[in-house]
């Protein structure tokens, strides 16, 4: 029913606004739709249990910020969350050793190897400035040294010389022969994968670095790959030794979850991410976008990072106050319009909403934009007091004074006071919950 995250928790907790702390009962309620976000993600089992545990540990009695709903809360601390789970940002390719220095890239068949050589082969020349030498190792599939070989041809990276009936622990030898004679500054060894894990393609993994003494040893794993991705990780580490982990096919819709459950088991850092097929598609790992992906959402986290900051707790308990007696008057109303546009006005706001960012331009059209909160805010200060406190006193001849006094006209007069009718009606309906009724009405 919910394709996201933040909606799923919306609706079972925020009939919560009000009570000071989250319950053990809220939080598992809670829990149950992060588990499934996170399967949907496709993070491995053992993770999601080992992860909720952590946000549980971390939610139960945490304080529930006054301007902010229950829901949102329990996004924020698992996104947090999710994103510390994640590790640091930007690890870059450790090339702290003496020349020539050995990056031996593993992981499974069309998996990408290859075409990560390339790519990192090509950001260590323009960007670093280095001397690369690329070998494929992989003797398996007959065009595999072929490929790479015309990689490099066209990024104008040098390749190590084919040569016919070597052994794949040769090939890395001579690799590292031939950076050292032909004053390479990194070689990048690209193996051959299997289409599954198995001994062989261990003990030959094992072989090549014993022969080669890789100072980097990359995991290049496929974004989409589901609840093999924890034991995929594991052997590769337990067996090789990894020191980073680069996630291909981040272009793709997966939501990304094989990047929690193998960092996760292996502790160790997401460096790259590829993001097309093109040698240019290789990004720095960012944790939070990945975080926000895999929770299927918007920019909540900064919605409500950014409402915590600008609405006053207090002015928000009493207007909660004010909302439950019904007593909504164009005074509260000229202070929600306020708040709304300190968030960035209607685009800003929308723009964080998961979903809503697409429409942008239909909100532009519809002119409910920042214009519009400042026609309607123009109109209520032109006002008396007694009349923002009582717009049944609205009757022709004031509305044409306020016209008159805020430049605009009698139907935007009335339209702002049926919706202001409007909101009071839902929130006394409602109890004095203050649900989305704000937007819902602008949204009309
Ligand atoms: P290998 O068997 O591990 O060497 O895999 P390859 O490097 O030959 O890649 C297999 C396929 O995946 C090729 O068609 C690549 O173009 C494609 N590929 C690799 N990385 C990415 C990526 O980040 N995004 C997309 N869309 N395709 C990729
Ligand atoms: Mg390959």
Redesign the pocket.
């Known amino acids: 029913m919910f394709d996201n995250l933040q909606d799923r928790l919306s609706s079972i907790l925020n009939g919560l606004t009000g009570r000071g702390a989250l319950s053990e009962a809220d939080v598992s309620a809670a829990l149950r739709e992060v588990r499934r976000a996170l399967l949907e993600a496709d993070v491995a089992l053992e993770v999601v249990r080992s992860f909720t545990d952590r946000v549980r540990e971390k939610a139960v009695g945490a304080a529930v910020l006054k301007a902010i709903k229950p829901g949102q809360m329990v996004v924020k601390i698992v996104h947090d969350e999710l994103v510390a789970m994640l590790g640091e940002e930007g690890v870059p390719i450790d090339l702290n050793a003496p020349a020539p220095v050995v990056i031996m890239m593993v ?11 390339g790519k990192i082969a090509h950001r260590l020349t323009h960007r670093e400035k280095r001397k690369v030498l690329m070998a494929s190792l ?1 003797t398996r599939r007959p065009a ?1 040294q072929e ?1 790479l070989r015309q990689l490099g041809a066209q990024t104008s990276i040098d390749t190590l010389p084919i040569i016919a009936g070597q052994s794949p622990t040769d090939i890395a030898a001579r690799a590292v022969q031939a950076a050292r004679l032909g004053g390479h500054d990194v070689v990048i060894l ?1 193996t051959a ?1 299997r289409t599954h894990i198995d001994e062989p393609l261990m003990l030959e993994m094992a072989e090549i670095k014993r022969r080669s003494n890789p100072h980097e040893i990359l995991l ?1 794993a496929d974004a989409l790959t589901g609840q093999d991705a924890v034991n995929l990780a594991r052997n590769f580490d337990e067996r090789v030794g990894i020191t980073g982990l680069v996630l ?5 819709d997966g939501r990304g979850g094989a990047a929690l459950s193998m960092r996760a088991v292996t502790g160790k850092p997401i460096k790259l ?5 093109k040698v240019s ?1 290789l990004e720095e790992f960012h944790p939070k976008r990945v975080a926000d992906r895999i929770l299927g959402m918007g920019d909540i986290v900064s919605l409500v990072e950014r409402a915590a900051e600008t609405i006053d707790a207090e002015k928000a308990k009493a207007m909660a106050e004010k909302m439950a007696k019904g007593k909504f008057d164009l005074n509260d109303l000229a202070d929600q319009l306020r708040q709304m546009q300190k968030m960035g006005g209607m685009g800003g706001i929308m723009g964080m909403m998961p979903g809503m960012a697409g429409m942008k331009d239909k909100i532009a059209a519809a002119g409910l934009d920042d214009r519009m909160f400042a026609r309607q805010l123009a109109i209520i200060s032109s006002m008396t007091k007694a009349e923002r406190a009582n717009p049944d006193l609205l009757k022709h001849s004031r509305k044409k004074r306020i016209a008159a006094g805020s430049g605009t006209d009698a139907a935007d007069i009335n339209k702002l006071l049926k919706m202001h009718r409007q909101m009071a009606d839902m929130m006394k309906m409602m109890g004095g919950k203050k649900g989305g009724g704000m937007m819902k009405q602008l949204m009309g």
């Not at 992981?107 to 050589?117: D, H, I, N, V, Y």
């Not at 291909?248 to 793709?252: A, E, I, K, Q």
């Open positions: 992981g499974l068949q069309g998996s990408g190897k290859t075409t990560t050589t992989d595999a490929q690209d994968g290049v291909t096919r981040m272009d793709g991410i590829g993001v097309g097929e598609e």
